[in-house]
Nanobody, 125 residues
Framework: QVQLVESGGGLVQAGDSLRLSCAASGRTFSNYAMGWFRQAPGKGREFVATIYWSTGSTYYADSVKGRFTISRDNAKNTVYLQMNSLKPEDTAVYYC??????????????????WGQGTQVTVSS
């Protein structure tokens, strides 16, 4: 099995920055993607960003492009989401996910088999 543990959420003001972390442990895979998704109250889970572990290739949702950066630390098996210029509409529970079946990138929730417990990000105006 795979365990994903997120951290770094919190309450910030519009324009501030936050960095989320997600540490992976347990079963290992040779090729996989790790992604960040978010879910606001009353809405479905939506794609934010993804990184393909072996190449470092990244892909972002249009709503966060230029403001958010996904990165990885191979030695720590950790993926990060640096969030700058936060907006109230970024308020959501943020989830990290691991997709061993993904090749390249995927923005589809069902492509990811393992999920963290989520961390709350609240941006006040």
């Amino acid at each position: 099995q795979v365990q994903l543990v997120e951290s770094g959420g919190g309450l910030v003001q519009a324009g501030d920055s936050l960095r989320l972390s997600c540490a992976a442990s347990g079963r290992t895979f040779s090729n996989y993607a790790m992604g960040w998704f978010r879910q606001a109250p009353g809405k479905g889970r939506e794609f934010v960003a993804t990184i393909y572990w072996s190449t470092g290739s990244t892909y972002y949702a249009d709503s966060v492009k230029g403001r958010f950066t996904i990165s990885r630390d191979n030695a720590k098996n950790t993926v990060y989401l640096q969030m700058n210029s936060l907006k109230p509409e970024d308020t959501a529970v943020y989830y990290c996910a691991l997709g061993p079946r993904v090749r390249g990138f995927s923005a589809v929730v069902s492509s990811y088999d393992y999920w963290g417990q989520g961390t709350q990000v609240t941006v006040s105006s």
